[in-house]
């Protein structure tokens, strides 16, 4: 009797612990050997297989791409287009002054439109000139920076046959503190009725000893007045900002064309050339 019940127990005691080694070897994560496969995700890295089932690791998130916030459109009367957050609508041709390219003329000219320009936070509508200094508007630069098709002396340009491109940038604020330097010189010239080859000395342009206005490109306001000296040569201190610089007091001869400038660096060198008026 005895007997039979140990080898009994014996018995259930030898199958609980062949069950229980069973389900341990069951439980053990052997290693596994993935393929060296790589998969080429959108943003131009690359992932391999990994995990139990040996599948790809998920690739990283693309990049949204940033808005362009500089570019050029091209625009006829009537026509609406847009850079970045900026709107530009050109709403109506107001003049052409420009030379005809058949022509020699002692001034450029300027092409005016008139147009709306709509940003983020404001919109406003003013005349836009081929020749003016690039104007700051709701966090961009804005200008015109050609205008087709080119004028001729016999030929007349419809209003709806223009076509202007403005450039778009955008507007970096610069420290109210910082200032810079616009320097240059003033010259006169042609200084002889006709033009001699080889070059004649005495007819090389000449300084011009003028007065020297600088305003506000944004506003048109005057900001200041110096004086080039007997060498033509003049210098004026100012705040980061655009500017343009008119030279002379004549409202014939000597012409000075003004002149647009963009003051960013410590630096700024412009020239004026003045014309005599002689032939």
Known sequence: MWKMLILFLS????????????????????????????????DGSAVGRTGPNCEFTACPDEVAQPIPTTGDVVLGVGQK????????TVNSFVSDSRCPMDVQCIWEGEFKANVTLVGASKSE????????????????????????PAPKSREKIIANDYRITFHVAKDVKKDSGSI?????????????????????????????????????????????????????????VLPFGFYKIEAGTETIHPSCSPVAVHLQTATTSVDISCDTGIR
């Open 180 to 236: 810079g330097t616009i320097s240059g010189r003033v010259t006169l010239s042609p200084i002889c009725p006709v033009e001699r080859m080889p070059p004649d000395p005495k007819c090389a342009p000449k300084p011009y000893q003028t007065k020297i206005d600088v305003f506000s490109s944004e506003s048109g306001k005057l900001i200041k007045t110096t004086q080039a000296g007997s060498d033509g040569a003049f210098s004026v």
């Open 81 to 88: 287009g847009k850079v970045d957050d900026l709107n530009i």
């Open 11 to 42: 018995a259930v005691v030898i199958l609980v612990a062949g069950a229980v080694l069973l389900n341990v070897n069951n439980n053990d994560v052997q290693p596994v050997a993935c393929t060296m496969e790589a998969k080429l995700c959108p």
């Open 125 to 148: 509508t003013r005349n836009m000139s081929s020749i003016e200094a690039p104007y700051s508007f709701d966090g961009h630069i804005v200008s015109i920076i050609t205008v087709l």
